[in-house]
């Protein structure tokens, strides 16, 4: 725990050299130096290396229990050959090649943070709840989206959903003593969510499956995860609706366009008129979130409000994201960077975007594929749809202005 609490200090220190760079220059009313700059860059790649190193020094802790719980198992096993097998043996099974395919289902730990739709409950032998945690944790750390917390359908089928919305409300009058009152109704529409299917393909050594003692699991989970998460993602933020979900960022309404001169580069004044844009209900939920690009973040790292006070603030906890105007933000690759007409920050309550899966993600095996280099090829599929539910202005964003 020593380490842990003497890398938090160092960061801290860090983020204390960024701040007091960026006020001197302030306080001479001035832009960074060349030097300046330099050092300032420096300092934001040493913040971003030592969350990169927390990141680590968690999932080795996971690992720990991970192997910690596989080890108790092992010695609390009854010795009986005639014992049915159980879901891990059922995945070493399937990696030798006795079985040729199985599916993923989410029982157990999964943690979806809202709405779950239906449970598969028929075919194939599921895997331990661990492997499919993994798998999910690195879709999930692949894509920002999915770190924000959107409400997540999980399905057994993949027929549409139909999504039913209120598009306007009730309004009451006033009415005069005697006079008629008028009659209100509110609207309905409705969002449909569908399945899309991705998929991806790895090889691995036979050489590998038989004789390591590494975490094939682990590893397994590592590829299929970043790589279906990885592509999802990027639908999930800018996706057309046309044949792939219907991106957020494609989604939401304009809250603020940054005035010219600013070359799309947001000021704090157009963060914070970003941020009211939002209606209270919205901003207010602790679903409520920024998503920005990782280039974006050295510049809004820089900002300050009329208080002298920074919009953005560094996390004390080691593995929770940093705050701007109090709301967590999460980097997402495929937000636009900053520039002219770029939608390059994105605010609202993040749980009004409905990702649909279906099923769990489904491995299959085939021995045959690459039979004449002796590599065992393993396929991962995904079945997945997204659509922003209220697009009343939960969730807005921040334009470039035009120059």
Known sequence: ??????????????????????????????????????????????????DARAKELQEAEQRTKDADEAFRSLLDRP?????????????????????????????????????????????????????????????????????????????????PIEIPIVTSLSEAALVAEGGQIPTSEPAFGKRTLGAYKYGAMMKVSSELLTDTAVDLEGFLARQAGRALGNKFGAAGITGTGSNQPAGLVTSATAGVTGGTGVVGVPT????????????????????????????????????????????????????????????????????????????????????AYYVRLVGGVRFERSDDFDFDHDMVTFRALLRADGVLADQTGAIKYFAGGAS
Not at 8 to 36: G, H, I, P
Not at 320 to 344: I, Q, R
């Open 1 to 50: 725990m020593s380490y842990v609490k003497a890398l938090l200090e160092r960061r801290q220190n860090v983020w204390e050299q960024s701040k007091e760079l960026l006020d001197k220059a302030e306080a001479e009313k001035r832009d960074l130096t060349a030097e300046e700059e330099q050092t300032y860059q420096r300092l934001n790649a040493d913040l971003d290396k030592i």
């Open 79 to 159: 010795a009986d050959r005639d014992t049915p097998k159980g879901d891990n043996t059922a995945l070493r099974s399937f990696l030798t090649g006795e079985s040729r395919s199985y599916e993923i289902l989410p029982e157990g730990r999964v943690d979806f943070r809202a709405l779950t739709k239906g449970t598969a409950s028929a075919g194939g032998n599921t895997v331990r709840t661990t492997f499919y945690n993994r798998l999910m944790e690195y879709l999930i750390e692949s894509s920002g989206l999915m770190s924000a917390g959107p409400t997540v359908l999980n399905t057994a089928s993949g027929e």
């Open 268 to 351: 704090a004044d157009n963060l914070i008129d970003l941020f009211y844009s939002v209606i209270a209900p919205y901003r207010n939920s602790s679903s409520a979130a920024w998503l920005v690009k990782d280039s974006t973040m050295a510049a809004i790292r820089k900002l300050k409000d009329d208080n002298g006070q920074y919009l953005w603030q560094p996390s004390l906890v080691a593995g929770t994201p940093e705050t701007l105007l109090g709301k967590p933000v999460y980097t997402d690759p495929n937000v636009a960077g900053t520039g002219l007409n770029a939608k390059s920050v994105i605010f609202g309550d993040i749980s």
